[in-house]
């Protein structure tokens, strides 16, 4: 996603309940890392059941239950109903290891739930937990906008992000500066 409007807009990133939630939940010194925008078109798919993150802290240890260190905040563009691809998360699926977390899932012992939402509406995940996008039957693109936070010794180099324009950096205040992990150029 590029760092101009209409694309970008500070109150994606720093809205105060927003901040308080992920604040709360992983304390104080977070970072954006990462940022993005889902648009199914009519006729898309399924996608297959995944996460969005792959590795584990601590590799020799994939299953360790750990505090949140990362969260996904999500909210619609347009009004996401059945008809437009909402986003069916498995509750609970990024506290179960991953394979019996999918056969979970496969064998509807814990369902695919969707994710309507309203234009204002917020929704806050887990990265880890199983989910997928569905199919737009509808002829309006469905954006979906989300925000990866993170705790900030948390480095994580596994996808490419967009750089900042320095303009834009230059029109955020200090705190929101500090809360930004994108690189910056001319």
């Known amino acids: 996603m590029p760092f101009e409007p209409p694309c970008f807009a500070p109150e994606f990133f720093f809205d105060p309940q927003i901040l308080a939630i992920i604040r709360g939940t992983m304390g104080d010194r977070v970072v954006a890392d990462q940022w993005g925008c889902d648009i199914p078109l009519q006729g ?7 996460v969005d993150y792959r590795r584990p802290l601590f590799e020799e240890m994939p299953h360790l239950q750990l505090p949140a260190y990362m969260l996904v905040v999500s909210f619609g563009l347009t009004a996401i109903q059945a008809a437009n691809g909402p986003l069916e998360i498995a509750p609970g699926t990024h506290r179960i290891r991953r394979a ?18 309203e234009i204002g509406d917020v929704l806050i995940r887990h990265p880890w937990a199983l989910h997928r996008g569905t199919p737009n039957t509808s002829a309006e693109p469905r954006a979906l906008l989300s925000i990866r936070y993170v705790r900030n010794w948390y480095v994580d180099e ?3 992000v967009n750089a900042i ?7 955020l205040a200090p705190e929101q500066q500090s809360m930004m992990r994108f690189p910056v150029v001319e």
């Open 44 to 50: 898309s798919e399924y996608q297959q059941v995944h």
């Open 100 to 117: 019996e977390a999918l056969q979970a899932v496969q064998s509807a012992a814990i369902p695919l739930e969707p994710v309507p939402l």
């Open 158 to 160: 596994s996808r490419e």
């Open 165 to 171: 324009p320095r303009q834009v950096w230059a029109a």
